[in-house]
């Protein structure tokens, strides 16, 4: 405000457009003075690489694999409880275990973005998306143990 007040003080009664050297000297002064208040806050930059992105993800969606595959684990063959591997590592249990898992490396291996969902509508987006990514393969996984 007095930043404002300086400028309405220097061009108070003259053409803004016929200032003599002394008034231009004034008001460049007073608005660079100003600017030393509230430029930092106009100009509020941040850093725009989080730190983490999608290296990491595709890292973690590599690394479990078996998990982000289910279809071909279980199949669409209705008659075998859309079960057909057969192998004790492929029970909907065990496998619901490892999704559960996923979640949790997923959330952690991409924590500079997760960690700012409660201010940033984003982060809280990427973190809404791999909660109903684990819940829906949860949900998959209990289908095909009901079928069982």
């Known amino acids: 405000i007095a930043a404002i007040s300086g400028k309405l003080g220097v061009l108070y009664n003259k053409d803004p457009l016929a200032l003599t050297v002394g008034d231009q000297l004034s008001l460049a002064a007073q608005t660079s003075w100003g600017y030393g208040y509230w430029g930092p806050f ?3 930059l941040g850093e725009a690489d989080p730190g983490c992105g999608v290296e990491d993800f595709n890292r ?3 690394e479990y694999s078996f998990i982000t595959s289910l279809h071909q ?3 669409t063959d209705i008659s075998q409880g859309g079960y057909v591997s057969g192998q004790a590592d492929d029970r909907p249990e065990l496998r619901a ?4 898992e996923f979640g949790r490396k997923l959330k952690l291996e991409l924590h500079c973005i997760t960690s700012q969902a409660g201010s940033s509508s984003e982060a809280s987006k990427v973190v809404s998306l791999i909660d109903k990514y ?3 393969g949860q ?3 209990q289908l095909t143990a009901d079928l069982m």
């Open 73 to 75: 684990t279980y199949g």
């Open 134 to 136: 684990v819940k829906m």
């Open 139 to 141: 949900e998959r996984l």
């Open 60 to 62: 973690v969606v590599a």
């Open 42 to 44: 106009l100009l509020d």
């Open 97 to 100: 275990y490892y999704l559960g």
